[in-house]
């Protein structure tokens, strides 16, 4: 390159060159691209590789946060640096947005610029090591047997009557109770796949062959009560289709109203906390059906590995640290029982 300038001095050859000569030797011209203008083809490229809701999120923070800020910087590629994401995570947790939603907001911008060091536009990541806020572990609150019980019991006759069933004894997630088809339950062989989801996206919803992960999709055995409910409400619908004739929504869903027309996901949570108001029950979330069943397993016995394999969990740190409840009571025992001070 015509403007290195090269001497020797103490035995070393020294090389000189203009700022912008260097960055044409360690950036290629695509790197003059504006930060926000590369992310926003990189998350359209993304749609084939995440769920549709996940997608909603990702635009989200892109549309609403980072490009508004990375814009009004005029950050490109080349010029982007860790203290621009800094400056970033620092603004956001001063304008009270929570750590968790900081930290997913950084682990989208993580993920676009590793694709531009991929494809070789940046030799580096300039959002690594940069320092975030500190998250809290949400601890879900759990119902216990007697809870548990009392709430099926106030759920009799509501329209997301299965749903709950379903969460309440087998810890599916909402999108997988809302996601049941009739096709994916085999009385004779005493089994249901859980394959199939609807989930929420820009205010409609979404029904995929597809599972939150590899791991949620399972094969669940049914126990005898399950299979005789799912009998009767067989049963009842049958009855609800002949009832209103040509009117009735022909699904093959499981959780649906007495039309036939299948639960809207975001229908079953306000319909949970109906229920749960009723019923005189504490606050918790529909998810936290969840959190029970995974806590009554535990306290049956049954190792995180089991518990795992039944939630479809695809890591068992998942299992043991947001699921696993050991209520204080089960501390107290283990206590009595710990081997005593030598000397009392």
């Known amino acids: 390159m015509e403007n290195i300038r090269i001497y020797e001095e103490d035995g070393y050859i020294h090389f000189i060159m203009r700022p912008e000569d260097l960055m044409r030797l360690r950036y290629s011209t695509e790197a003059r691209t504006p930060f926000a203008d590369f992310m926003d083809r ?10 549709e809701n996940t997608m909603d999120g990702y ?4 549309e609403k946060h980072i490009k508004p800020f990375f814009t009004a910087r005029g950050t490109t590629l080349a010029t982007a640096r860790p203290m621009d994401f800094r400056d970033f995570v620092n603004l956001k947790f001063d304008q009270g947005l929570s750590p968790t939603s900081i ?3 950084h682990s989208i911008m993580h993920k676009c610029l590793k694709y531009a060091v991929a494809l070789q536009i940046i030799p580096t990541n300039p959002s690594d090591n940069v320092m975030l806020p500190k998250r809290t572990r949400f601890r ?9 019980n009392i709430f099926l019991a106030a759920a009799l006759q509501s329209p997301a009557e299965a749903a709950f069933v379903l969460a309440a004894t087998y810890g599916l997630r909402r999108s997988e109770c809302a996601g049941l088809r009739w096709c994916a339950v085999d009385f004779r062989a005493r089994s249901m796949v859980i394959n199939h989801t609807a989930v929420l996206s820009s205010g409609r919803v979404i029904y995929a062959d597809s599972v939150k992960t590899k791991s949620s999709y399972r094969t669940l055995p049914l126990s005898d009560s399950l ?26 869903y499981v959780c649906c109203r007495e039309d036939g027309s299948p639960l809207r996901p975001d229908y079953i949570s306000r319909e949970f906390e109906r229920v749960c108001r009723r019923a005189c029950l504490p606050r918790i979330r529909f998810h936290d059906l969840r959190h029970s069943v ?21 890591d068992i740190s998942t299992t043991a640290n947001v699921y696993a409840h050991v209520p204080y009571v089960e501390k107290v025992s283990i206590a ?9």
Request: glycine share 6%; hydrophobic share 30%; charged share 25%.
């Open 294 to 314: 995974a806590t009554i397993l535990l306290q049956q016995g049954f190792s995180l590995k089991q518990i795992q394999d039944w939630l479809g969990h695809s």
């Open 336 to 344: 009595k029982s710990a081997t005593p001070i030598i000397g009392n």
């Open 103 to 105: 930290v997913k907001f």
């Open 42 to 51: 990189w998350l359209t490229q993304m749609k084939t590789q995440v769920r």
């Open 227 to 252: 299979r005789r409910y799912l009998t009767d409400l067989r049963r009842r619908q049958n009855a609800n289709r002949k009832k209103y004739g040509k009117a009735y929504c022909q699904s093959d």
């Open 59 to 62: 635009r989200y923070a892109f």
């Open 140 to 148: 879900g609150q759990v119902y216990d047997r007697t809870q548990i």
